[in-house]
């Protein structure tokens, strides 16, 4: 089973990335349950539990919660049909990214073997766990819908968690590392 470690926003700046999730997946009707706004930040295969949050636990101990910029929007094309904020690939984010990558290879862990290209982003709404699937043409609307709201804004991440593939929001949390304050 595959894992992701994944940035969580602290609670202002995640209700304002909510209000545009909620207007798509209301939009739609495409979940019951909207999933969790994040970022993910790697995926791993199997990991031994122990292992893994002792490596990630040391990594983050220097870490302070820290900003993000997010900046207007992409969209996944078939077979995704994903509609996402973009996160700008600078600053804390990507190096903690790819220490974690870096580290985790090394010492063994099944990850993404290149992520010089990894375009890290917040998924609003996709084909996973949705209710319903939603046609072509509601997608592309959806998608042209958001470009031209051109969204900018400077968002806080306060932890980082191990979360299993599920949608269901009490079982999803494996373990949670909580980032300094600044």
């Known amino acids: 089973m595959k894992y992701y470690l994944?940035?969580?926003?602290?609670?202002?700046?995640?209700s304002s990335i909510e209000e545009i999730q909620r207007s798509i997946c209301r939009k739609y009707k495409l979940y019951r349950n909207i999933p969790a706004l994040h970022i993910t930040l790697e995926v791993v295969g199997d990991p031994d539990m122990e292992k893994l949050s002792k490596i990630v636990g040391d990594i983050l101990k220097p870490y302070k919660k820290f900003?993000?910029?997010?900046?207007?929007?992409?969209?996944f094309e078939h077979p995704y049909k994903s509609i996402n904020l973009k996160i700008e690939n600078k600053g804390y984010i990507i190096r903690l990214a790819r220490k974690i990558n870096e580290s985790l290879k090394l010492h063994g862990f099944d990850v993404r073997e290149n992520i010089d290209n990894l375009g890290l982003h917040i998924s609003l709404a996709n084909v996973n766990f949705a209710s319903r699937q939603w046609s072509s043409k509601e997608y592309?609307?959806?998608?042209e819908s958001n470009k031209k709201q051109n969204f900018y804004k400077m968002g806080v991440i306060d932890r980082i968690e191990?979360?299993?593939?599920i949608n269901n929001k009490k079982d999803i949390v494996v373990k949670t590392f909580e980032l300094r304050e600044f």
């Not at 900003?67 to 969209?75: A, P, S």
């Not at 191990?162 to 593939?165: C, R």
């Open 67 to 75: 900003k993000v910029e997010i900046n207007g929007d992409v969209c």
């Open 162 to 165: 191990l979360w299993k593939p």
């Open 140 to 143: 592309a609307a959806s998608c």
């Open 6 to 14: 994944v940035a969580l926003f602290n609670k202002e700046s995640y």
